[in-house]
Protein backbone atom coordinates (compact mmCIF):
# COMPACT_ATOMS: atom_id res chain seq x y z
CA UNK A 1 0.00 0.00 0.00
CA UNK A 2 1.36 3.31 -0.74
CA UNK A 3 1.88 6.02 2.16
CA UNK A 4 1.10 8.42 -0.16
CA UNK A 5 -1.83 10.65 1.42
CA UNK A 6 -2.96 11.10 -1.68
CA UNK A 7 -4.05 7.57 -2.33
CA UNK A 8 -6.46 7.59 0.49
CA UNK A 9 -9.58 6.86 -0.36
CA UNK A 10 -13.32 7.43 1.22
CA UNK A 11 -13.54 4.22 2.64
CA UNK A 12 -9.94 5.32 5.03
CA UNK A 13 -11.67 8.76 5.96
CA UNK A 14 -13.49 7.07 8.76
CA UNK A 15 -9.19 5.86 10.24
CA UNK A 16 -8.49 9.44 9.41
CA UNK A 17 -11.23 10.78 12.07
CA UNK A 18 -9.44 9.11 14.63
CA UNK A 19 -6.23 11.01 14.18
CA UNK A 20 -8.50 14.25 13.78
CA UNK A 21 -9.24 14.17 17.74
CA UNK A 22 -5.75 15.63 17.80
CA UNK A 23 -6.33 18.98 15.26
CA UNK A 24 -3.35 17.59 13.44
CA UNK A 25 -5.20 16.34 10.64
CA UNK A 26 -8.03 18.51 9.51
CA UNK A 27 -8.14 16.75 6.30
CA UNK A 28 -11.40 14.92 6.45
CA UNK A 29 -13.35 17.79 5.31
CA UNK A 30 -11.47 17.16 2.10
CA UNK A 31 -12.33 13.87 1.91
CA UNK A 32 -15.58 13.67 2.32
CA UNK A 33 -16.12 15.59 -1.10
CA UNK A 34 -14.70 12.28 -2.70
CA UNK A 35 -11.95 10.15 -3.81
CA UNK A 36 -8.85 12.33 -3.71
CA UNK A 37 -8.18 11.47 -7.06
CA UNK A 38 -11.09 13.25 -8.71
CA UNK A 39 -9.00 16.53 -7.54
CA UNK A 40 -6.20 15.55 -9.31
CA UNK A 41 -5.31 17.39 -12.34
CA UNK A 42 -2.80 15.28 -13.79
CA UNK A 43 -3.83 11.80 -13.94
CA UNK A 44 -2.11 10.19 -17.46
CA UNK A 45 1.27 8.87 -16.05
CA UNK A 46 -0.10 9.00 -12.44
CA UNK A 47 -0.41 5.36 -11.86
CA UNK A 48 -2.07 5.76 -7.83
CA UNK A 49 -5.01 7.98 -9.70
CA UNK A 50 -5.54 4.72 -11.87
CA UNK A 51 -7.95 2.13 -10.34
CA UNK A 52 -10.01 -0.90 -11.52
CA UNK A 53 -13.56 0.86 -12.66
CA UNK A 54 -16.26 -1.31 -12.31
CA UNK A 55 -18.17 -0.27 -14.54
CA UNK A 56 -15.98 -1.22 -17.42
CA UNK A 57 -15.40 -4.20 -15.97
CA UNK A 58 -19.32 -4.91 -16.39
CA UNK A 59 -18.77 -3.60 -20.13
CA UNK A 60 -16.06 -6.12 -20.47
CA UNK A 61 -18.14 -9.20 -19.34
CA UNK A 62 -20.99 -8.37 -21.20
CA UNK A 63 -19.37 -7.72 -24.22
CA UNK A 64 -17.68 -10.93 -23.53
CA UNK A 65 -20.43 -12.62 -23.17
CA UNK A 66 -22.31 -11.25 -26.16
CA UNK A 67 -19.30 -12.40 -28.51
CA UNK A 68 -19.68 -15.68 -27.64
CA UNK A 69 -23.60 -15.58 -28.15
CA UNK A 70 -23.40 -14.18 -31.39
CA UNK A 71 -20.66 -15.89 -33.23
CA UNK A 72 -22.33 -19.64 -31.70
CA UNK A 73 -25.28 -18.78 -32.49
CA UNK A 74 -24.36 -18.08 -36.62
CA UNK A 75 -22.72 -21.43 -36.07
CA UNK A 76 -24.82 -23.25 -33.99
CA UNK A 77 -23.97 -26.52 -32.11
CA UNK A 78 -24.44 -29.98 -33.98
CA UNK A 79 -27.64 -30.66 -34.02
CA UNK A 80 -29.48 -33.99 -33.01
CA UNK A 81 -28.68 -34.96 -36.93
CA UNK A 82 -25.29 -34.16 -36.30
CA UNK A 83 -24.80 -36.00 -33.62
CA UNK A 84 -26.94 -39.37 -34.49
CA UNK A 85 -24.73 -39.00 -37.30
CA UNK A 86 -21.43 -38.87 -35.80
CA UNK A 87 -22.71 -41.85 -33.56
CA UNK A 88 -23.15 -43.95 -37.07
CA UNK A 89 -19.99 -43.03 -38.43
CA UNK A 90 -18.40 -44.18 -34.75
CA UNK A 91 -19.91 -47.83 -35.10
CA UNK A 92 -18.97 -47.80 -38.82
CA UNK A 93 -15.48 -47.22 -37.88
CA UNK A 94 -15.62 -49.19 -35.21
CA UNK A 95 -13.20 -46.96 -33.70
CA UNK A 96 -12.64 -44.72 -30.23
CA UNK A 97 -10.04 -42.30 -32.42
CA UNK A 98 -11.18 -38.87 -31.82
CA UNK A 99 -8.60 -37.55 -34.58
CA UNK A 100 -9.92 -39.68 -37.20
CA UNK A 101 -13.52 -39.04 -36.61
CA UNK A 102 -12.27 -34.47 -36.29
CA UNK A 103 -11.69 -35.71 -40.27
CA UNK A 104 -14.40 -37.16 -41.07
CA UNK A 105 -17.27 -35.38 -39.50
CA UNK A 106 -15.04 -31.63 -39.58
CA UNK A 107 -14.24 -29.81 -36.20
CA UNK A 108 -16.97 -29.39 -33.61
CA UNK A 109 -18.94 -25.95 -33.46
CA UNK A 110 -18.18 -24.15 -29.93
CA UNK A 111 -21.61 -24.34 -28.16
CA UNK A 112 -23.82 -21.59 -27.20
CA UNK A 113 -24.40 -19.72 -24.35
CA UNK A 114 -28.22 -21.93 -23.82
CA UNK A 115 -26.06 -25.27 -24.32
CA UNK A 116 -23.33 -24.43 -21.74
CA UNK A 117 -27.06 -23.75 -19.44
CA UNK A 118 -28.53 -26.85 -20.67
CA UNK A 119 -25.30 -28.96 -19.68
CA UNK A 120 -24.30 -27.47 -16.70
CA UNK A 121 -28.25 -27.97 -15.37
CA UNK A 122 -27.92 -31.48 -16.67
CA UNK A 123 -24.85 -32.03 -14.88
CA UNK A 124 -26.40 -30.67 -11.70
CA UNK A 125 -28.92 -32.75 -11.88
CA UNK A 126 -28.29 -36.10 -13.64
CA UNK A 127 -24.12 -35.77 -13.80
CA UNK A 128 -21.94 -36.79 -16.45
CA UNK A 129 -21.39 -40.77 -16.20
CA UNK A 130 -23.32 -41.23 -13.04
CA UNK A 131 -21.03 -38.81 -11.27
CA UNK A 132 -22.50 -35.74 -10.78
CA UNK A 133 -21.08 -31.92 -11.09
CA UNK A 134 -21.50 -32.06 -7.17
CA UNK A 135 -19.16 -34.90 -7.03
CA UNK A 136 -16.44 -34.03 -9.62
CA UNK A 137 -16.29 -30.70 -7.65
CA UNK A 138 -15.48 -32.36 -4.05
CA UNK A 139 -13.48 -34.55 -5.47
CA UNK A 140 -10.95 -31.77 -7.20
CA UNK A 141 -11.42 -29.33 -4.31
CA UNK A 142 -10.63 -32.03 -1.64
CA UNK A 143 -7.37 -32.96 -3.35
CA UNK A 144 -6.73 -29.08 -3.09
CA UNK A 145 -7.17 -28.74 0.53
CA UNK A 146 -5.33 -32.21 0.94
CA UNK A 147 -2.32 -30.88 -1.11
CA UNK A 148 -2.57 -27.55 0.66
CA UNK A 149 -2.84 -28.73 4.11
CA UNK A 150 0.64 -30.62 3.88
CA UNK A 151 2.32 -27.90 1.99
CA UNK A 152 1.29 -25.58 4.49
CA UNK A 153 2.18 -27.63 7.61
CA UNK A 154 5.30 -28.87 6.22
CA UNK A 155 6.27 -25.90 4.23
CA UNK A 156 5.79 -22.97 6.99
CA UNK A 157 7.93 -24.70 9.36
CA UNK A 158 10.93 -25.40 6.81
CA UNK A 159 10.97 -21.74 5.58
CA UNK A 160 10.73 -20.36 9.00
CA UNK A 161 13.53 -22.95 10.12
CA UNK A 162 15.43 -21.87 7.07
CA UNK A 163 14.57 -17.80 7.36
CA UNK A 164 16.02 -18.32 12.09
CA UNK A 165 18.56 -21.12 11.19
CA UNK A 166 22.41 -20.54 8.99
CA UNK A 167 22.38 -24.35 9.47
CA UNK A 168 19.27 -25.16 8.15
CA UNK A 169 19.26 -22.40 5.44
CA UNK A 170 22.53 -24.22 4.31
CA UNK A 171 20.68 -27.97 4.52
CA UNK A 172 17.45 -26.89 2.75
CA UNK A 173 18.52 -24.56 0.11
CA UNK A 174 19.91 -27.02 -1.47
CA UNK A 175 16.32 -29.48 -2.18
CA UNK A 176 14.47 -26.09 -2.73
CA UNK A 177 16.50 -24.57 -5.31
CA UNK A 178 16.94 -28.51 -6.75
CA UNK A 179 12.82 -29.41 -7.37
CA UNK A 180 10.90 -25.61 -7.10
CA UNK A 181 12.31 -25.12 -10.49
CA UNK A 182 10.29 -28.58 -11.67
CA UNK A 183 7.03 -28.13 -13.33
CA UNK A 184 4.58 -30.14 -11.28
CA UNK A 185 3.21 -31.04 -14.66
CA UNK A 186 6.41 -32.77 -15.40
CA UNK A 187 6.00 -35.24 -12.90
CA UNK A 188 2.73 -36.60 -13.85
CA UNK A 189 4.15 -39.12 -16.03
CA UNK A 190 6.71 -40.23 -12.90
CA UNK A 191 3.49 -40.33 -10.12
CA UNK A 192 0.84 -41.87 -12.10
CA UNK A 193 3.68 -44.78 -12.43
CA UNK A 194 5.21 -44.66 -9.16
CA UNK A 195 1.89 -44.07 -7.13
CA UNK A 196 -1.08 -45.71 -9.55
CA UNK A 197 -4.22 -43.76 -10.80
CA UNK A 198 -6.25 -41.99 -7.85
CA UNK A 199 -6.46 -39.48 -5.28
CA UNK A 200 -2.73 -40.34 -4.29
CA UNK A 201 -1.02 -39.50 -7.09
CA UNK A 202 -2.79 -35.99 -7.43
CA UNK A 203 -2.54 -35.25 -4.25
CA UNK A 204 1.24 -35.92 -3.72
CA UNK A 205 1.50 -33.80 -6.99
CA UNK A 206 -0.17 -31.09 -5.14
CA UNK A 207 1.83 -30.95 -1.77
CA UNK A 208 4.85 -30.99 -4.35
CA UNK A 209 2.93 -27.88 -6.32
CA UNK A 210 2.46 -25.77 -2.95
CA UNK A 211 5.15 -26.87 -0.94
CA UNK A 212 8.51 -24.65 -2.22
CA UNK A 213 6.09 -21.63 -2.77
CA UNK A 214 4.93 -21.67 0.77
CA UNK A 215 8.59 -22.69 2.09
CA UNK A 216 9.61 -19.17 -0.28
CA UNK A 217 6.93 -17.59 1.75
CA UNK A 218 7.84 -18.38 5.20
CA UNK A 219 11.66 -17.95 4.51
CA UNK A 220 11.04 -14.32 2.73
CA UNK A 221 8.04 -13.19 5.70
CA UNK A 222 10.64 -13.78 8.54
CA UNK A 223 13.24 -11.96 6.95
CA UNK A 224 11.10 -9.24 6.45
CA UNK A 225 10.91 -8.78 10.28
CA UNK A 226 12.39 -5.58 11.28
CA UNK A 227 15.33 -5.49 13.19
CA UNK A 228 13.95 -2.94 15.64
CA UNK A 229 10.69 -4.70 16.34
CA UNK A 230 12.91 -8.41 17.12
CA UNK A 231 15.27 -5.91 19.43
CA UNK A 232 12.57 -3.79 21.16
CA UNK A 233 10.71 -7.43 21.80
CA UNK A 234 14.07 -8.45 23.35
CA UNK A 235 14.50 -5.36 25.76
CA UNK A 236 10.74 -6.09 26.57
CA UNK A 237 11.33 -9.50 28.26
CA UNK A 238 10.37 -11.67 25.34
CA UNK A 239 12.20 -15.29 25.10
CA UNK A 240 13.23 -16.16 22.06
CA UNK A 241 9.81 -18.83 21.87
CA UNK A 242 7.89 -15.62 22.57
CA UNK A 243 9.68 -13.60 19.73
CA UNK A 244 8.74 -16.24 17.60
CA UNK A 245 5.22 -16.70 18.23
CA UNK A 246 4.29 -12.64 19.13
CA UNK A 247 6.38 -11.34 16.79
CA UNK A 248 8.32 -13.33 13.79
CA UNK A 249 4.59 -15.34 13.38
CA UNK A 250 2.58 -12.03 12.82
CA UNK A 251 4.86 -10.58 11.17
CA UNK A 252 5.35 -13.23 8.10
CA UNK A 253 1.81 -13.57 8.33
CA UNK A 254 0.97 -11.42 5.19
CA UNK A 255 3.42 -13.03 2.86
CA UNK A 256 1.91 -16.79 4.15
CA UNK A 257 -1.04 -15.12 2.82
CA UNK A 258 0.21 -13.98 0.01
CA UNK A 259 2.22 -17.20 -0.33
CA UNK A 260 -0.88 -19.39 0.09
CA UNK A 261 -3.17 -17.70 -2.97
CA UNK A 262 -0.10 -18.19 -4.97
CA UNK A 263 0.07 -21.89 -4.04
CA UNK A 264 -3.72 -22.35 -4.13
CA UNK A 265 -3.94 -20.73 -7.86
CA UNK A 266 -1.14 -23.55 -8.85
CA UNK A 267 -2.51 -26.13 -7.11
CA UNK A 268 -5.61 -25.61 -9.09
CA UNK A 269 -4.09 -25.53 -12.18
CA UNK A 270 -1.84 -28.56 -11.35
CA UNK A 271 -4.79 -30.77 -9.93
CA UNK A 272 -7.00 -30.18 -13.46
CA UNK A 273 -3.93 -31.49 -15.69
CA UNK A 274 -3.57 -34.45 -13.00
CA UNK A 275 -6.73 -35.82 -13.38
CA UNK A 276 -7.30 -35.49 -17.10
CA UNK A 277 -4.65 -38.09 -17.01
CA UNK A 278 -4.90 -39.62 -13.41
CA UNK A 279 -7.79 -39.73 -11.77
CA UNK A 280 -11.54 -41.59 -12.18
CA UNK A 281 -13.17 -38.20 -11.30
CA UNK A 282 -12.73 -34.49 -10.57
CA UNK A 283 -13.58 -31.75 -13.13
CA UNK A 284 -10.61 -32.32 -15.04
CA UNK A 285 -11.18 -35.82 -15.51
CA UNK A 286 -15.11 -34.88 -16.04
CA UNK A 287 -13.89 -32.68 -19.43
CA UNK A 288 -11.49 -35.13 -20.68
CA UNK A 289 -13.97 -37.90 -20.77
CA UNK A 290 -16.34 -35.79 -22.32
CA UNK A 291 -13.81 -35.36 -25.20
CA UNK A 292 -14.44 -38.91 -26.70
CA UNK A 293 -18.47 -38.41 -27.03
CA UNK A 294 -18.02 -34.70 -28.11
CA UNK A 295 -19.68 -33.23 -25.46
CA UNK A 296 -18.28 -29.73 -25.87
CA UNK A 297 -21.18 -28.39 -24.21
CA UNK A 298 -20.20 -30.81 -20.95
CA UNK A 299 -15.99 -29.57 -21.75
CA UNK A 300 -17.27 -25.79 -21.48
CA UNK A 301 -19.36 -25.88 -18.66
CA UNK A 302 -16.56 -27.89 -16.65
CA UNK A 303 -14.11 -24.94 -17.90
CA UNK A 304 -16.82 -22.37 -16.80
CA UNK A 305 -17.01 -24.29 -13.35
CA UNK A 306 -13.01 -24.16 -12.83
CA UNK A 307 -12.57 -20.62 -13.67
CA UNK A 308 -15.79 -19.65 -11.17
CA UNK A 309 -14.17 -22.19 -8.77
CA UNK A 310 -10.70 -20.19 -8.78
CA UNK A 311 -11.62 -16.77 -8.80
CA UNK A 312 -14.46 -17.91 -5.83
CA UNK A 313 -11.05 -19.29 -3.86
CA UNK A 314 -8.90 -16.20 -4.42
CA UNK A 315 -11.59 -13.97 -3.36
CA UNK A 316 -12.40 -15.75 -0.07
CA UNK A 317 -8.58 -15.63 0.49
CA UNK A 318 -8.73 -12.06 -0.36
CA UNK A 319 -11.70 -11.40 2.17
CA UNK A 320 -10.36 -13.46 4.64
CA UNK A 321 -7.12 -11.79 4.75
CA UNK A 322 -8.43 -8.68 5.03
CA UNK A 323 -10.48 -9.78 8.18
CA UNK A 324 -7.63 -11.16 9.45
CA UNK A 325 -4.50 -8.91 8.42
CA UNK A 326 -5.80 -5.67 8.73
CA UNK A 327 -2.52 -4.11 9.09
CA UNK A 328 -1.06 -5.28 6.39
CA UNK A 329 0.91 -3.16 4.44
CA UNK A 330 1.41 -0.59 7.47
CA UNK A 331 3.79 -1.58 9.27
CA UNK B 1 18.65 2.14 41.26
CA UNK B 2 21.57 1.32 39.19
CA UNK B 3 24.45 3.30 37.96
CA UNK B 4 26.07 2.32 34.58
CA UNK B 5 29.46 1.91 33.63
CA UNK B 6 31.54 1.83 30.61
CA UNK B 7 35.08 0.95 30.69
CA UNK B 8 37.05 1.46 27.72
CA UNK B 9 35.09 0.56 25.03
CA UNK B 10 36.12 -0.69 21.84
CA UNK B 11 33.55 -1.46 18.43
CA UNK B 12 35.48 -2.54 15.77
CA UNK B 13 33.41 -3.27 12.30
CA UNK B 14 34.58 -6.14 10.08
CA UNK B 15 33.78 -5.06 6.91
CA UNK B 16 34.18 -8.32 4.63
CA UNK B 17 35.47 -6.53 1.95
CA UNK B 18 36.82 -2.67 3.17
CA UNK B 19 39.05 -2.15 5.67
CA UNK B 20 37.63 -2.54 9.62
CA UNK B 21 35.47 0.39 10.79
CA UNK B 22 36.90 1.70 13.80
CA UNK B 23 32.97 2.93 15.34
CA UNK B 24 34.53 3.32 18.94
CA UNK B 25 37.60 3.53 20.52
CA UNK B 26 38.89 3.49 24.29
CA UNK B 27 34.81 5.04 25.37
CA UNK B 28 34.50 5.44 29.07
CA UNK B 29 32.27 7.09 31.82
CA UNK B 30 30.25 6.37 34.68
CA UNK B 31 26.97 7.64 34.65
CA UNK B 32 25.38 7.96 38.24
CA UNK B 33 21.05 6.53 38.18
CA UNK B 34 18.82 9.02 37.14
CA UNK B 35 21.20 11.36 34.98
CA UNK B 36 19.50 12.43 31.39
CA UNK B 37 22.39 11.91 29.08
CA UNK B 38 22.56 12.92 25.53
CA UNK B 39 24.54 12.21 22.99
CA UNK B 40 25.48 14.39 20.01
CA UNK B 41 27.69 14.59 17.54
CA UNK B 42 28.28 14.32 13.95
CA UNK B 43 27.17 11.16 11.48
CA UNK B 44 28.73 8.11 11.99
CA UNK B 45 30.42 9.07 15.01
CA UNK B 46 29.27 5.98 16.78
CA UNK B 47 25.95 7.08 18.60
CA UNK B 48 24.00 4.54 17.85
CA UNK B 49 26.72 1.80 17.95
CA UNK B 50 27.24 3.09 21.47
CA UNK B 51 23.30 2.58 22.28
CA UNK B 52 23.26 -1.03 21.23
CA UNK B 53 26.28 -2.11 22.86
CA UNK B 54 24.65 -0.53 26.41
CA UNK B 55 21.48 -2.27 24.93
CA UNK B 56 22.76 -5.44 24.71
CA UNK B 57 22.49 -6.26 21.11
CA UNK B 58 26.22 -6.08 20.40
CA UNK B 59 29.46 -7.49 21.94
CA UNK B 60 31.31 -5.09 22.07
CA UNK B 61 35.04 -5.67 20.54
CA UNK B 62 36.98 -4.66 23.77
CA UNK B 63 36.36 -3.08 27.62
CA UNK B 64 33.07 -4.38 29.45
CA UNK B 65 29.48 -2.12 30.44
CA UNK B 66 28.21 -2.82 33.68
CA UNK B 67 24.56 -1.66 35.23
CA UNK B 68 25.03 -1.88 39.13
CA UNK B 69 26.98 -4.94 39.33
CA UNK B 70 25.99 -6.77 36.17
CA UNK B 71 28.26 -6.98 33.24
CA UNK B 72 25.71 -5.84 30.12
CA UNK B 73 26.27 -9.10 27.53
CA UNK B 74 22.70 -9.47 25.89
CA UNK B 75 19.18 -7.36 26.01
CA UNK B 76 17.38 -7.17 29.23
CA UNK B 77 14.27 -5.62 30.49
CA UNK B 78 16.15 -3.57 32.99
CA UNK B 79 17.19 -1.44 29.83
CA UNK B 80 14.30 -0.53 27.81
CA UNK B 81 14.59 0.78 24.31
CA UNK B 82 12.94 3.12 22.52
CA UNK B 83 14.05 3.41 18.61
CA UNK B 84 13.69 6.22 15.93
CA UNK B 85 10.28 4.55 13.87
CA UNK B 86 8.89 1.42 13.55
CA UNK B 87 9.44 -0.46 16.08
CA UNK B 88 6.06 -0.94 17.03
CA UNK B 89 3.98 -3.89 16.76
CA UNK B 90 1.50 -2.99 14.33
CA UNK B 91 -0.71 -6.34 13.80
CA UNK B 92 -1.28 -4.72 17.97
CA UNK B 93 -3.28 -2.48 19.92
CA UNK B 94 -1.73 0.84 20.90
CA UNK B 95 -2.99 -1.04 24.71
CA UNK B 96 -1.72 -4.45 23.38
CA UNK B 97 1.49 -2.72 22.41
CA UNK B 98 1.62 -1.02 25.52
CA UNK B 99 1.18 -4.14 27.69
CA UNK B 100 3.62 -6.40 25.57
CA UNK B 101 6.44 -6.57 27.86
CA UNK B 102 4.28 -7.34 31.11
CA UNK B 103 2.57 -10.41 28.50
CA UNK B 104 5.92 -11.51 28.13
CA UNK B 105 6.34 -11.67 31.63
CA UNK B 106 3.01 -13.72 32.47
CA UNK B 107 1.80 -10.18 34.61
CA UNK B 108 -1.68 -10.50 36.28
CA UNK B 109 -3.63 -9.65 33.58
CA UNK B 110 -5.88 -7.22 35.66
CA UNK B 111 -3.12 -5.24 37.06
CA UNK B 112 -1.63 -5.15 33.58
CA UNK B 113 -4.77 -3.48 32.15
CA UNK B 114 -4.66 -1.05 35.01
CA UNK B 115 -0.95 -0.27 34.07
CA UNK B 116 -1.76 0.20 30.75
CA UNK B 117 -4.58 3.10 31.64
CA UNK B 118 -2.51 4.69 33.94
CA UNK B 119 0.90 4.73 31.27
CA UNK B 120 -2.03 6.05 28.20
CA UNK B 121 -3.39 8.47 30.52
CA UNK B 122 0.77 9.66 31.33
CA UNK B 123 1.60 9.61 27.50
CA UNK B 124 -1.80 11.87 27.01
CA UNK B 125 -3.54 8.82 24.78
CA UNK B 126 -6.57 7.96 27.53
CA UNK B 127 -9.12 6.92 24.88
CA UNK B 128 -6.75 5.69 22.16
CA UNK B 129 -6.23 2.02 23.76
CA UNK B 130 -8.27 0.37 21.54
CA UNK B 131 -7.20 2.22 18.21
CA UNK B 132 -4.27 0.41 15.76
CA UNK B 133 -1.35 2.27 15.90
CA UNK B 134 -1.05 2.61 12.43
CA UNK B 135 -3.81 4.77 12.57
CA UNK B 136 -1.62 7.26 15.04
CA UNK B 137 0.13 10.03 14.06
CA UNK B 138 4.02 9.87 14.21
CA UNK B 139 4.18 11.54 17.65
CA UNK B 140 1.25 9.53 18.50
CA UNK B 141 2.95 6.34 17.90
CA UNK B 142 5.98 7.74 19.40
CA UNK B 143 4.08 8.41 22.80
CA UNK B 144 3.22 4.45 22.53
CA UNK B 145 6.70 3.48 22.35
CA UNK B 146 7.60 5.49 25.55
CA UNK B 147 4.67 4.55 27.19
CA UNK B 148 5.60 0.48 26.16
CA UNK B 149 9.27 1.23 27.65
CA UNK B 150 7.87 2.18 30.73
CA UNK B 151 5.40 -0.37 31.21
CA UNK B 152 8.49 -2.57 32.20
CA UNK B 153 9.67 0.15 34.85
CA UNK B 154 12.98 0.11 33.18
CA UNK B 155 16.40 1.12 35.24
CA UNK B 156 18.05 2.57 32.39
CA UNK B 157 15.83 4.36 28.94
CA UNK B 158 17.80 4.22 26.00
CA UNK B 159 16.48 6.48 22.69
CA UNK B 160 18.18 6.40 19.16
CA UNK B 161 17.07 9.95 17.65
CA UNK B 162 13.06 9.37 19.20
CA UNK B 163 12.00 12.65 18.00
CA UNK B 164 14.23 12.08 14.59
CA UNK B 165 11.50 11.84 12.58
CA UNK B 166 8.91 14.17 13.82
CA UNK B 167 7.84 17.56 12.76
CA UNK B 168 8.99 20.69 14.72
CA UNK B 169 5.55 21.51 16.83
CA UNK B 170 5.33 17.82 18.01
CA UNK B 171 9.04 17.63 18.81
CA UNK B 172 8.35 20.00 21.16
CA UNK B 173 5.84 19.09 22.71
CA UNK B 174 7.51 15.71 23.13
CA UNK B 175 10.97 17.33 24.71
CA UNK B 176 8.31 18.29 27.40
CA UNK B 177 7.04 14.78 27.65
CA UNK B 178 10.37 13.44 27.93
CA UNK B 179 11.41 15.96 30.42
CA UNK B 180 8.49 15.48 32.80
CA UNK B 181 9.18 11.52 32.66
CA UNK B 182 12.15 11.89 33.41
CA UNK B 183 11.40 13.96 36.62
CA UNK B 184 8.65 11.64 37.68
CA UNK B 185 9.99 8.43 37.36
CA UNK B 186 14.06 9.50 38.00
CA UNK B 187 14.91 7.09 35.31
CA UNK B 188 18.72 6.96 34.03
CA UNK B 189 17.48 8.01 30.35
CA UNK B 190 20.29 8.16 27.49
CA UNK B 191 18.79 9.98 24.30
CA UNK B 192 20.85 10.33 20.61
CA UNK B 193 19.69 12.93 19.13
CA UNK B 194 21.36 15.11 15.92
CA UNK B 195 19.57 18.52 16.89
CA UNK B 196 22.05 20.96 19.32
CA UNK B 197 18.94 22.73 20.64
CA UNK B 198 17.14 19.26 21.89
CA UNK B 199 20.56 17.71 23.53
CA UNK B 200 20.98 21.25 25.47
CA UNK B 201 17.41 21.72 26.70
CA UNK B 202 16.98 17.71 27.52
CA UNK B 203 20.39 16.98 28.78
CA UNK B 204 21.65 17.45 32.35
CA UNK B 205 24.95 15.96 31.08
CA UNK B 206 25.94 15.70 27.78
CA UNK B 207 28.19 14.22 25.50
CA UNK B 208 29.56 15.68 22.44
CA UNK B 209 31.09 12.55 20.20
CA UNK B 210 34.12 13.03 17.12
CA UNK B 211 34.39 10.52 14.45
CA UNK B 212 37.22 8.27 13.26
CA UNK B 213 37.30 6.78 15.41
CA UNK B 214 33.99 7.00 17.74
CA UNK B 215 35.07 8.76 20.82
CA UNK B 216 33.79 11.46 23.77
CA UNK B 217 35.20 14.76 22.45
CA UNK B 218 33.70 16.63 25.23
CA UNK B 219 31.52 16.55 27.93
CA UNK B 220 28.98 18.96 29.85
CA UNK B 221 27.13 19.23 32.62
CA UNK B 222 23.55 21.40 32.02
CA UNK B 223 21.53 23.41 34.03
CA UNK B 224 18.71 23.95 31.14
CA UNK B 225 17.01 20.33 31.60
CA UNK B 226 16.63 21.22 35.79
CA UNK B 227 15.76 24.79 34.71
CA UNK B 228 13.54 23.58 32.17
CA UNK B 229 10.76 21.40 34.70
CA UNK B 230 9.72 25.11 35.90
CA UNK B 231 10.40 27.65 32.97
CA UNK B 232 9.07 28.16 29.42
CA UNK B 233 10.62 26.48 26.77
CA UNK B 234 10.32 28.74 24.26
CA UNK B 235 11.69 31.92 26.81
CA UNK B 236 14.68 29.00 27.95
CA UNK B 237 15.46 27.69 24.55
CA UNK B 238 15.76 32.13 24.02
CA UNK B 239 17.70 33.24 27.38
CA UNK B 240 21.58 33.96 26.49
CA UNK B 241 22.82 31.38 28.29
CA UNK B 242 21.59 28.91 25.93
CA UNK B 243 22.52 30.62 23.49
CA UNK B 244 25.96 30.69 24.51
CA UNK B 245 25.99 27.10 25.11
CA UNK B 246 24.51 26.57 21.51
CA UNK B 247 26.73 27.90 19.82
CA UNK B 248 29.90 27.08 21.37
CA UNK B 249 28.60 23.35 21.04
CA UNK B 250 27.94 24.51 17.38
CA UNK B 251 31.17 25.75 16.35
CA UNK B 252 32.69 22.74 18.26
CA UNK B 253 30.74 20.49 15.80
CA UNK B 254 31.92 22.63 12.64
CA UNK B 255 35.24 22.39 13.42
CA UNK B 256 35.11 18.70 13.82
CA UNK B 257 33.19 18.66 10.59
CA UNK B 258 35.85 20.94 8.86
CA UNK B 259 38.46 18.54 10.05
CA UNK B 260 36.78 15.75 8.56
CA UNK B 261 36.42 17.35 5.00
CA UNK B 262 40.01 18.52 5.08
CA UNK B 263 41.20 14.61 5.67
CA UNK B 264 39.09 13.48 3.43
CA UNK B 265 39.84 15.92 0.88
N1 LIG C 1 26.89 -3.25 10.88
C1 LIG C 1 27.91 -2.46 10.54
N2 LIG C 1 28.91 -2.92 9.76
C2 LIG C 1 29.95 -2.16 9.42
N3 LIG C 1 30.09 -0.87 9.79
C3 LIG C 1 29.13 -0.33 10.56
C4 LIG C 1 27.99 -1.09 10.96
N4 LIG C 1 27.19 -0.30 11.72
C5 LIG C 1 27.81 0.89 11.78
N5 LIG C 1 28.97 0.90 11.10
C6 LIG C 1 29.92 2.02 10.97
O1 LIG C 1 30.27 2.43 12.26
C7 LIG C 1 30.32 3.84 12.35
C8 LIG C 1 29.39 4.32 13.42
O2 LIG C 1 28.06 4.03 13.06
P1 LIG C 1 26.81 4.45 13.93
O3 LIG C 1 25.60 3.94 13.27
O4 LIG C 1 27.02 4.04 15.33
O5 LIG C 1 26.88 6.04 13.81
P2 LIG C 1 25.84 7.13 14.34
O6 LIG C 1 26.61 8.08 15.17
O7 LIG C 1 24.68 6.49 14.96
O8 LIG C 1 25.44 7.83 13.00
P3 LIG C 1 24.07 8.55 12.63
O9 LIG C 1 24.10 9.86 13.31
O10 LIG C 1 24.14 8.69 11.15
O11 LIG C 1 22.95 7.67 13.09
C9 LIG C 1 29.98 4.36 10.97
O12 LIG C 1 31.18 4.68 10.30
C10 LIG C 1 29.30 3.20 10.29
O13 LIG C 1 29.57 3.21 8.92
MG1 LIG D 1 22.51 6.40 14.47
Known sequence: ?331 | MKDLSVRNVDMVYDVPKGEDVQALKDVSFDLESGRLLTLLGPSGCGKTTLLNILAGFLAPTGGTVTLGDDVITGPSQERGMVFQQGALFEWLTVAKNIGFGPRMNRANKAETAAKTEELLDTVGLSGFGDAMVYELSGGMQQRVALARCLANDPDVILMDEPLGALDALTREKMQKLVLDLWNETGKTVILVTHSVEEALYLGDRLFVMAPRPGRIEREYDLPFAEMALTRDARELKASPEFIEKREEILSLIWEMEEEIMGRAG
Not at chain 1, 25 to 30: L, Q, R, T, V
Not at chain 1, 217 to 225: E, I
Not at chain 1, 253 to 263: C, D, K, Q, S
Open chain 1, 1 to 331: MSTDPSGVGVQDSAKLAITDKTGSHSASGFLNRGPRSDRKTVTFGDSSAVRSDWRWSLVSLVLLFFVWWATTRAWGFPSEFQIAEEANYRQIANCNCDDEFTQIVGPRSFPAPRDTWDALKELTTDGFQNISLWEHTWASLSRVLKGMFWGVTVGVPVGFAMGLSSKARGFFDTPVELFRPIPPLALIPLFILAFGIGDAPAVRLLIFASIWIMIIAARSGVQTANLSKVRAAYSLGASKTQVLKNVLLPNALPELFTGIRVALGVSWGTLVAAELVGARDGLGQMIFAARPFFRLDVIVAGIIVIAVLGVLMDILLRVLESVLIPWRGKG
